[in-house]
Structure formats: structure tokens, C-alpha cells
């Protein structure tokens, strides 16, 4: 199926704006809908509505959230009109758990994009890409603060171990991929199922080229190393393939390159 429904994830960030413009690019060229979704939190540590806490200060404390909001509604707005897509953008607001909330609603989308997280996000409306890759079933595209161009596909990176997650994004992204130019395929070491895969991409009608690093080196650094150098315009990878608490532990590859990438990159797992 065309890719015809998308979720932004939207907070009022720079990385979001960027993720917003990116979807809606993607939709003038396939005629698609975008729907832009705040998501909300109470705060993580003070339960506002505790006894505890003075009236007057939950009082501010209300205030504070419901001006959050408005400000990031109003920011939306002076968007809208710069997206050139009228009624084919909705906006929605929605409280509870930010990446539990936009992973639940984005299993109902084909798509989720979102902007990269930085550390001085308003914790209210933080998100957590990975996470909600991890928990929506549905691919995730970030967007980096600052990224400006449209979403073209004319070329694409995809990091390809052999592994499920890998094989996940590479299926999702080819409603993206089939008949824009190439992917060049990056591998490390030994690569299970290479050889189908460039067949499986040819019979795709995509171009497509071989990139092998020897084992041993950091994954993340050769993959963002490589994006600089070659400018691709989508990177596609797997999502904690080894676990999220694994790569926590030993700083994974998905982690380093969402902290450091300056193009999108497709997440799936």
C-alpha cells in the first residue's frame, strides 16, 4: 500500500518543526494526510494533585503546563500555512505517558515521524524515538534539528547486518525507496544473506551498491563517517537488534547514531 497516513510527533521543539516540515513534504508528493499529535505528561516527580503540595503552588504549576501548550499550539499554527497542505493536516492533544500515547496511536498510522530529542526538552513533552519504535510496531523516521531539505529518497543508506531488525526496516522503507535512485548497502565483517538481499533489491527496481567495513572498527562512527561523506538523504537501520537495555549498557549503535546523525534516519525493530 502507498504511504498515505502520517503521524508527526509534535512538541514544539526545533527538531519537531523539522520533523513536521519533513512529513509534510512527503505528503504533497504522495497526496497523504498528517496528523500532529502533542502528547503531554504530568510531571515525572511531583504528583501535582498531592495534598501536600499548596494549592497556590499547583495552582502555578497548572498554569505553567497549560501555558506550555498553548505556546506550543500557537507555534504549530504559524506553521501551518508554510506546509501548504489545508485540511490535509490535523492537529490533536492528548495527555498521559508521551512515547506510550504516540506509540499507541501511531499503530493506526503507516508512519511516525518525530525530531531528534535534545537535552533541554520541556520534560512535559519529551519523546523518546527509539522507544517508540520499540513500542509502536510502526517504522520511525527522526529528524535532526536544523535538517531543511525535503524528503527526498533519491538516495539511501541502509546499515544491514543480516539480523530481524535490519530486515524490518529495509521492508518498511521500501515504499519509500522502490524507483528513487539507490541504496547503498553498508555492512561489517561477514554479512548474512547479502547476496539476496541486493537481488531481493534489485527485483525492487532500486540501484543498488556494497560499502563493507572490516570488523572490529565502531559501527556507529563508519555509518555517520560515511553519511557525511556521501550526503545520502534517508538513513535506514534496525533498532536495538541486541536489546534496548543491552545497548544502554555498552552504548549501542542505535544510540550514537541518533545522537549524532544530520540526516533522518528510518527506524524499525
Known sequence: MPIMNLLVAYNGTDSSDAALRYAAAL?????????????????????????????????????????????????????????????????????????????????????IIAGRPMQDDDEH?????????????????????????????????????????????????????????KVSVLTVGAAPGLDDLMTHLARHDVSVVHENWAAGQPVAEMILDYCRRRDPSLLVMGAYEHSKFREDLVGGVTASVLRNTTIP?????
Do not use: C, N
Open 27 to 111: 505528503a504533497r508528493d504522495r497526496k497523504a494526510h498528517v496528523t500532529a499529535m502533542l502528547a503531554h505528561s504530568t510531571h515525572d516527580t511531583l504528583d501535582t494533585s498531592s495534598r501536600w503540595i499548596p494549592r497556590a503552588a499547583r495552582t502555578l504549576l497548572a498554569e505553567a503546563k497549560t501555558g506550555l501548550l498553548t505556546e506550543i499550539e500557537a507555534r504549530l499554527d504559524a506553521l501551518r500555512e508554510t506546509l501548504g497542505l489545508g485540511e490535509a493536516l490535523t492537529f490533536r492533544a492528548a495527555p498521559g505517558p508521551v512515547d506510550g500515547l504516540v506509540s499507541e496511536t501511531g499503530r493506526a498510522f503507516d508512519m
Open 125 to 181: 513533552v519529551r519523546l523518546h524515538p527509539d522507544k517508540i519504535a520499540l513500542m509502536s510496531g510502526r517504522p520511525v523516521i527522526v529528524v535532526p534539528k536544523g535538517y531543511d531539505a525535503d524528503a527526498r529518497h533519491s538516495h539511501a543508506a541502509l546499515a544491514w547486518d543480516g539480523g530481524r531488525a535490519a530486515a524490518r526496516a529495509l521492508s518498511d522503507s521500501l515504499r519509500l525507496l522502490e524507483t528513487q535512485g
Open 265 to 269: 534516519v528510518l527506524l524499525s525493530h
